[in-house]
């Protein structure tokens, strides 16, 4: 079946430290991948995503690759802010079925 | 407005209460999604709408009851719940539930507390 595994957390950054999270899927087919993100009190919005193989999804200064071949598609941003405070979720979507992840929840402190 | 709107935003009843849930969309999609989003779990799909026609429902508890009177709107009548239900429940839409390539647009949720 489908499936999404993200990294646990939290993470705890530093501003403008290097941001990665780790997500990994489960997939026949080619699904779309996703990372959405909720900020407190707030549902999840898109932040950006990848339709086939080797695209690259930007958005914010976040970037993710969609690697077939690692089945992954980890979230990067260069230099994090504290406004970044947010949980991530890595989804897709494979057949009309959507999956999400656990969720990370990234905390950034000036 | 625009968006994906819900009310109410926090909603504490009984158990033995009976309430509802209000989901609006204003983006001209023609798929609705209810979500249940529990402390430290994946984020749990409960039922999908597709032109007003339910086409999931993910084993979901009779207490649970949708109603989607047109894509525009859809409800979540809830009645006789336990506390374990307390949680946030998402509201989406899309433009159609049977695209491969189907972004969800997410409303702000309602906060529900089961006493």
């Known amino acids: 079946g489908n499936s999404v595994t993200q990294m646990e957390g939290p993470v705890t950054l530093s501003e403008e430290a290097f941001l990665t999270i780790n997500c990994t899927y489960t997939a026949t087919g080619y699904p779309s991948l996703f990372w959405y993100v909720q900020y407190p009190g707030e549902g999840l919005q898109l932040l950006l995503k990848a339709t086939k193989a080797d695209d690259k999804g930007s958005n914010k200064g976040f970037e993710a690759t969609y690697r077939k071949e690692t089945t992954s598609f980890h979230l990067e941003k260069g230099s994090v802010q504290v406004s970044d405070s947010a949980v991530y979720f890595c989804?897709?979507?494979?057949?009309?079925?959507?999956?999400f992840g656990a969720g990370t929840r990234l905390t950034v402190k000036p | 407005e625009t968006g994906v709107t819900q009310t109410p935003r926090h909603l504490v009843m009984g158990m033995t209460n009976k309430k509802s849930l209000k989901c609006e969309q204003h983006l001209g999609h023609n798929a609705m999604y209810w979500y249940k989003q529990s402390a430290k779990k994946p984020l749990e799909l409960m039922f999908v709408y597709n032109f007003k026609e339910q086409t999931e429902n993910n084993s979901v508890p009779s207490r649970f009851s949708p109603e989607c009177p047109n894509s525009s709107h859809l409800f979540l009548h809830l009645h006789t719940l336990q506390p374990e239900d307390s949680a946030l429940y998402l509201c989406?839409?899309?433009?159609?539930?049977?695209?491969?390539?189907?972004?969800?647009?997410f409303g702000p949720g309602t906060r529900l507390t089961v006493l």
């Open positions: 989804a897709l979507i494979n057949n009309n079925d959507m999956r």
């Open positions: 989406a839409s899309s433009q159609e539930a049977t695209s491969g390539n189907n972004e969800q647009f």
